[in-house]
């Protein structure tokens, strides 16, 4: 179950995209004579107003919700797309270890690093509570490898699939 608008509208826009679908009608109910120009007042918070009036698409970008509905065609819609933080909030210690190898650090300091990521005590609140914030972390020391190596392309690909499952 969703704990806020975040989760929430990241879920629901994975729900879309494994229906194949980016936008979906506003549920409103029928007993209510709603006039369209109003339709937008029940508007979800994660949502915007679709391309067509009286529908309504995902306001986050999409590749959360990708991995998200990925894990639950994979595992069901119970626990797998809940998975899909901690396991990014593991990758990226991992990563970031693998990054200070690449960069020529000796294990020791590699690992303390890592460690460093890992007791940080905003960085295990978010992965305790399913935060979007260490997928967007994980993300961003991907972009930052490729960038500066890009040679890196195929090792970190590999690493990314297998461990996010990745779409693209």
Do not use: C
Request: hydrophobic share 50%.
């Amino acid at each position: 179950m969703a704990g806020g608008s975040d989760s929430s509208g990241y879920l629901n826009a994975a729900r879309l995209f494994s229906e194949g679908r980016v936008f979906t009608e506003i549920p409103i109910p029928k007993e209510l004579s709603v006039l369209p120009s109003d339709r937008d007042v029940f508007l979800p918070l994660a949502f915007r107003p679709g391309p067509r009036p009286g529908t309504m698409a995902a306001r986050y970008p999409p590749g959360l919700p990708l991995h998200m509905a990925a894990a639950a065609l994979a595992g069901g819609w119970s626990r797998a797309p809940f998975l899909v933080i901690p396991l990014s909030a593991i990758a990226a210690i991992v990563v970031v270890f693998w990054i200070a190898r690449e960069l020529g650090l000796s294990r020791l300091f590699s690992f303390g690093g890592a460690a460093l990521l890992d007791a940080f005590p905003r960085i295990r609140q978010e992965a305790e509570r399913r935060g979007y914030r260490f997928y967007a972390l994980l993300r961003d020391f991907e972009h930052r490898e490729l960038a500066r190596a890009p040679g890196n392309w195929t090792r970190l690909g590999n690493l990314r699939d297998v461990v996010l499952w990745r779409l693209d």
